[in-house]
């Protein structure tokens, strides 16, 4: 499960940026390896996005989760905190041909994430 919400705001006609809130929930379980694992956790984050021309846009944005894992193997168990971090960016264009309104874009996406030992 993850729920996510934000809360845009259109600073100009060509500029807007936001902030967005949510929560994961993870569940994985092998039968035959009698493990298990849980996750859950909040992600905090912002976001923006700007026309340069009526044809072009940018946008970007970066959040953070904080993460708590249960992990059970056999009879052993434990529990990891982890922080990630995901960080996207993306350009996009557009353009009419003949009855058709195509839009190339390109995007990265990047995320890491430390876990405690």
Same mark, same amino acid.
């Given at each position: 499960?993850?729920?996510?919400?934000?809360?845009?705001?259109?600073?100009?006609?060509?500029?807007?940026?936001?902030?967005?809130?949510?929560?994961?929930?993870?569940?994985?379980? #092998?039968? /035959?390896?009698? !493990?298990?694992?849980?996750?859950? &956790?909040?992600?905090? =984050?912002?976001?923006? %996005?700007? +026309?340069? *021309?009526?044809?072009?846009?940018?946008?970007?944005?970066? #959040?953070? /989760?904080?993460? !708590?894992?249960?992990?059970?193997? &056999?009879?052993?168990? =434990?529990?990891?905190? %982890?922080? +990630?971090? *995901?960080?996207?960016?993306?350009?996009?264009?557009?353009?009419?041909?003949?009855?058709?309104?195509?839009?190339?874009?390109?995007?990265?996406?990047?995320?890491?994430?430390?876990?405690?030992?």
């Amino acid at each position: 499960m993850n729920a996510l919400a934000g809360l845009s705001r259109k600073l100009t006609p060509d500029l807007v940026i936001g902030m967005l809130a949510g929560y994961e929930r993870f569940e994985s379980q #092998s039968d /035959s390896l009698t !493990a298990r694992v849980t996750a859950d &956790g909040w992600t905090i =984050g912002g976001y923006a %996005g700007w +026309r340069l *021309l009526p044809n072009l846009r940018i946008d970007g944005g970066v #959040s953070r /989760s904080d993460v !708590a894992y249960g992990v059970t193997a &056999g009879t052993a168990t =434990g529990s990891i905190s %982890g922080v +990630r971090w *995901l960080a996207m960016a993306g350009l996009t264009g557009q353009t009419a041909w003949q009855m058709l309104t195509i839009e190339p874009s390109a995007r990265i996406h990047v995320m890491w994430e430390r876990d405690d030992s």
